[in-house]
Structures are given as C-alpha cells and as structure tokens.
C-alpha cells in the first residue's frame, strides 16, 4: 500500500498508544480512498484533528479551494475516526452494504473544490445485533457504537457499552438468586403465599444494600474514566412475576405504576455513583412489561436510563398512528416518560420472533419511528432483530444497513437508499427485489403486525398478487449470478415460507405438498441458516414439521397469547 498523506494532529495530546492506534485505523480508512493501492488518481492531502472546542459533538469536513486541503476535525477520536469513514462513503462514493469487504466506486469520483459538511449524532447510542453489525469496519462505516456486539478498540476513541450484563440483571448478576435464595428469600419476590426467585423485592432495604454493593465493585473492576460513556444495568428479570409484598404492593399504589419503586431504587443508586465522581457513568432500567406505565410523582435522575420496550407494538402502522390501539397505547406511555425522564433509550424489535425465516414487512414503518423517537427526545436506540442469524435470513442484510443509517440520520433519504442497496446486494435482480418489498409493504398496512404474527395473519395478498410476487422473484433469480444470486434466493425463502404456511401457490396442492415443503426444507439447510424462530432450531423444527403442522400453528398462537400484555 502506498504510504498516505495526511497528518494527524491533536489538540490536547493523546498518549502515544492511542495516537498510533488511532493513526492505523485512520490508514485503514483512507486505504479505500480510490488510488491508495495503485498509488494513481487524485490523492487528497488530508488534515486530521481532534478538537473538543471547535467541534462540540460529531465531526466537520471542510475544504476552502480546489486542490487544498480537506480538513477533517472530530470533536473525540472516535468521531474523528467517524468522520474519515464518513469522507470515504461520501465523498469518495466507498460503500461497506454487508461484512462483505467494502465496495469502491466504478469511476474514479471527483472531489468537491470546496467542501463544508458537519455532522452532529442524533443519538448517543446506536446499536443492533444483526448479523453484520457485528464487523468492526461496518460498524465504523455505518456508524454503530454500542459495544455489545462488536469491538470498538479504545484506543480509537471506543464506544458506549454496558459493563455490567445488557439487560435482565436482576437475579442473575446482582442479588443473585443463586448466592442469597436459599438463604434469604425474602430478598426475592413473593408471589401468592412464598417467596420465588425470579424477581427481586426492591422494598426489602438489604437487597439496596447489596445490589449498591455490587455496582461499586464492579466500578473498582471496570470503570474507565476516559470511556465515553459506561452503562450499569438494573433491569427487572424476563418474567411477569414482580413482587406483591405489602410493602411492594405499596410503593406500586403510591406511583400509580410498578415501574415507581424500580425507579426510586436505581434513582438512589445513581445518586450515590455520582456522589462519589463517577461522570462518565449512567444506572440503565427497563420500562417493560409490567414496568411500561410511567410512575407518577417521581423523576429519573440524568445518569439514570430509562429503556423503553415496543414489545407489545405493532410493526405495520407507524407508532404515531393514533387508530392503531397497540401503539396508541404505547405513544401515550412513551410521551408520559419522555417528561419524566430526559434518557430515554429505545429497545425496539424488527423480526418475528417466531418466524425468522419468514417475512416481517416492517419497511414501512422504520423511519417513521426513527424520526419520532428522535423528536421525542429519546437519546439512544438498540433494534433488536434476528440475534441468532448466522446466515442471510429474510432481508436481514437490507434491514441492517436500513436501519444503520437511520440511527445516523433518521432523516435520510430511505427510499433511495433501499433501492442502491438492493441494486448493490441483489444486482439486477434488485429493482424486482424492490417492487416485491412495495407490494408487501402496502399490504401489510391493511392489518396489524406482532413481532410473534402468524405467518397466515402477516400478510393478505390475493391470487393475482400472489402471481405477480411470484413473478418478480423469478425474474430476480434469472437475472443474477454467483454471489448475487445466492443472496435472491436466501431472501426469496422468507416469501416460501408465507406461502408454505398459507397453502398457496406451488404450497396449495396436497398432492405436491410435502415434495414442496422438502425442497424448501433441504433449501433452508443449505442456506447455512440454522433457527427458524428464537426457540426453534431447523433441525428439530423439521422433524416436527413431519408429524404435524398443526403443532406449530397452534404453538405460535400460544407464545402470541403468552407475550400479550
Ligand atoms: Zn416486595
Ligand atoms: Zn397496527
């Protein structure tokens, strides 16, 4: 590789360590800038800075004359670093879509004369767990910088992690049921007439003193003082069984909600890390079933984050649509908390839950819901879609990078965005890629949509539209080759599988059935995916799926019941 010219400079000096660090990533970055492996085309000489009074937040991209300098100033490294990445896709038309390596435009682009771009976060937290988010360089790329499911090294500026356990500490890392239960159950929950150990009794003033116990030495362990910001998590564990003592039962009256008292535990928490100088840290909680409704008489303390869960929404209608009950129902939560709380982190959900493999037409909602989390104040955003994808599963791939892009900027241009994708990723295939996703976009608006839905409910498409989608994806398949063709067929499984589960289409005779349903079995394996739901694995699904396909109807309707509010 050619050597680079630009100079980093800082304001403040950085240790030699992070400088060095920071100087190899930024390599890393302008390695994709067109000519740095030929050493040909316009190589622009570029000025790095670091500079917390110039640039407050985000980073800035200038250039004052053709053929001068481009100067690029991040108010930290790590936005410095956003920022060089930032240069690359921009101005330079780089790309990173997947894990795949990044992809460089076709002619060589010309760069601007003068160049004036600032750049401000939208949110202080942007996370996903899909399957390519969990690259480094597409995380640098795409600007993700949560650290739970990638590593951002940091000496180039780092990102902002949990360092306790990312949700569902209660019982498990703090007041450990297995530690105190047997010895102390009155630290845990009652439930009827005894004591169970999933949940904990906040009420009970020795389970303060403990869990504010294990905060504290989990500080002297892991707090960094230079991170950007190091979260503690003190959520409720994942059941419905919050505890009814008299003393619990009292605090939910007072507060009109259960979500009081868990919030005046983690408030008195919050209050002592920040008491003894620990500013770079927040105490996280959950606003979450049982907890959703917002307490009355009560605030969240600024280093508190209140993570609020759209489990119970729905994906179909945007959650401003005041004529859908479920996110009428959830707005007027979220509103009530965003006066109370100025933290609010979104937990929000693009799959189902239930059926990986199958489709979840949530495109016509995504940003939407961005831009009103956004302006509703919220800080941060985690999208919880398919964790355990190990394959392309569904659009998996298309709703990464969609939402990626959101979170930098809710205000994107999406629809052009989704197309370039497409056409990037499926080739061209991709334009009846795009013409499938309106079709079942405009449908899926006619009804409501769970992250649990039932293939059969998930959308209402009639014969001739069933026809037309099934049209489209043969033209997709028979317009590509090798790599974008084994993306078109790994998407196309999703739209198998509705309409395996509707009997419709080459699904609709029984005489054919089962030879169908083994192609699109054999079809799955082969995709290297291995889950068609959070609790079904292909395997042991398919056998199964050999002596019933009732059984699983009747399963989906049941965990659909069970996660009703
Ligand atoms: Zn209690
Ligand atoms: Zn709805």
Known sequence: MSKQKFELKFNNPLPRGVTDALRTQVEK??????????????????????????????????????????KVTGADAA????????FAEKFCGVRKYTYSPAVMPKEKPALPDTIDEKYEPFFEYAETDWLSPHSTEYS???????????????????????????????????????????????????????????????SNPDVYKIVRGEVFDLLKKKHNPDARLQIISLTQNDNLFYCTCEKCRQASRKYGSHAGSVLEFVNRIADEVKAAGYGNVALDTFAYRYTRRPPEGITARDNVIVRLCTIECCFSHPLSDKTCAANADFTKDFLAWSKICNRIYIWDYC?????????????????????????????????????QMEAECEFGELRAFLISKLMQNPYCDYNALR???????????????CRFLDIIT?????????????????LTLG??????????????????????????????????????????????SPVTLKKQADALKKDIADSGVTRLSESAKVKAYFISMAHSHRTHAKTESVIKMLYKR
């Open 140 to 202: 640098f790329f795409n600007g993700l910088n949560g650290t739970r499911y990638r590593k951002l090294p940091d000496v180039c500026g780092g990102g902002v992690g949990y360092i306790s356990g990312f949700a569902h500490t209660f019982t498990n890392e703090f007041c450990s049921a297995k530690k105190y239960f047997k010895s102390n159950p009155e630290y845990f929950a009652m439930r009827g007439i005894k004591r169970v150990k999933s949940q904990l009794c906040l």
């Open 351 to 387: 799959t189902n839950f239930c059926n990986y493999t199958g489709i979840f037409p949530d495109f016509g909602t995504l940003q939407k819901n961005m831009q009103f989390y956004y302006e509703n104040g919220v800080k941060g955003v985690y999208e919880e879609g398919n964790f």
């Open 29 to 70: 970055a302008l390695s994709f800038l067109p000519g740095s492996e030929s050493g040909e085309g316009e190589k622009p000489f570029l000025s790095l800075l670091i500079d917390g009074k110039k640039v407050k937040k985000g980073y800035s991209i200038t250039r004052e004359n053709a053929g001068g300098e481009i």
């Open 442 to 458: 405009e449908n899926a608006a006619k009804r409501h949509l769970s992250i649990y839905e039932p293939m059969t409910s998930t």
């Open 419 to 433: 197309d370039e994708f497409c056409k990037a990723y499926y080739g061209a295939g991709g334009e009846y890629i």
């Open 463 to 508: 014969k001739e539209q069933i026809k037309l989608c099934d049209s489209l994806w043969r033209e997709a398949k028979s317009r590509t080759r090798l790599e974008e063709h084994k993306h078109v067929l790994a998407s196309e499984i999703c739209w198998r599988w509705w309409k395996y589960k509707k009997r419709v289409s080459e699904f609709s």
């Open 79 to 86: 936005s410095l670093l956003r920022g060089v990445y930032a």
